[in-house]
């Protein structure tokens, strides 16, 4: 009998790091990284969420962000792109930096705001140590234009959580963008009705 | 005749070089920084003005700023710290997310809002590779406590250009501590009449 009591805490303690590691690991995650922002002073990027996203060779992770840590001025993220990969092509209304961190890219801009539809888009190198901006409402599209390197970005955008438009193509029409809100790492755990939160102008 | 006329392009070539060489060398060199924002699209960090503004072991970039590049919502500095050097006791009202690039450093932050004082502030460690926010209007200060490395932050405000309010020390109390605005890197550009443009509340 005390072996048995013994043994009890080291068993329950096994056990609370079996629920924790399948609360992680299976479909439960959403609450374990929804239930309760993460407000913690100071973070390790290692031990911030990693995901694709459904999106090959793209690894997103929310360094600063309103739905996870209660940002509601600047939302910050850094995102790793294998060779080929790349942003969709969308536009939203809110101030974006980029700070290359890693690698080499592309920055595809169409910042013609005359026509129905983004045009054919300028091109623009971007290397590492190198930093651009986005201006408001202009569609645009980040490559990694290299056949081996990842292209490591720092991205900062205003106006959190973003609420952006994406388009098929450059010739898709402004009106034929289509909102993805919440976006892709929001979506986990922003359930927001959006008619309830913005009007059209805000987005 | 025919050969001064040929020489005079190449003449006028040359002295346009000239001064624009004295003006960016000599004192003059806030008329080439300011008189024009800079809206490249890509800019290298490494061609950026860089500055101490007097701070000992200090070194600024600003990445991508309201007076320099014509951002509205959010800026974007590179700091690097020389081993015990360190920001001066501040607080601003906007939002702060620091993302360390290299070394390690101590955050000394004081956010107990109902002293008339900042108070002895809660330390925490930093390291490379880890993130931190400042909340609105807390009394914050970051040192370089590493013995020989430099410590370099990459630093995301919202509200810019910054107004910021340094305290002597943490028993200062808050109605005392200095505003600085302009601050140090938007000073040489920004000539404002503070009473002009911002209610005491916006501060």
Redo the contacts between chains.
């Keep these: 009998m005390t072996r048995s009591l013994t043994w009890l805490p080291y068993f329950l303690a096994r056990l609370e790091v079996t629920v924790t590691v399948l609360l992680c690991v299976g479909g439960a995650s959403a609450a374990s990284v929804c239930s309760a922002k993460d407000v913690s ?6 031990d911030s969420p990693q995901h694709s996203y459904g999106r090959e060779g793209f690894v997103h992770v929310t ?2 962000g309103a739905v996870l ?1 209660g ?4 939302e ?1 993220w850094l995102q790793t792109f294998a060779p080929s990969s790349q942003t969709p092509i969308h536009r939203h209304l ?2 974006e ?1 980029f ?1 290359v961190m890693k690698g080499n890219g592309t ?1 595809l ?1 169409a910042s013609d705001s005359e026509k129905h539809y983004p045009g054919k888009p ?1 091109q ?4 590492a ?5 986005i201006p408001m409402n202009a569609a645009h599209q980040v490559w990694n234009s290299h056949p081996e390197e990842d292209l490591q970005l ?1 991205v ?4 959190p959580p973003i609420k952006a438009f994406i388009y098929d193509d450059w010739f898709t029409p402004h009106t034929s963008a289509r909102l993805k809100f919440p976006y892709f790492w929001d979506a986990e755990c922003l359930k927001t009705d959006l008619n309830d939160t913005y009007t059209f102008d805000e987005l």
């Design positions: 002073r100071v973070r390790k990027l290692s360094v600063a840590h940002m509601t001025e600047v910050v809110c101030e930096v700070v920055l801009l300028e623009f190198a971007v290397v140590n190198s930093t651009f901006t720092l900062i955008i205003s106006r």
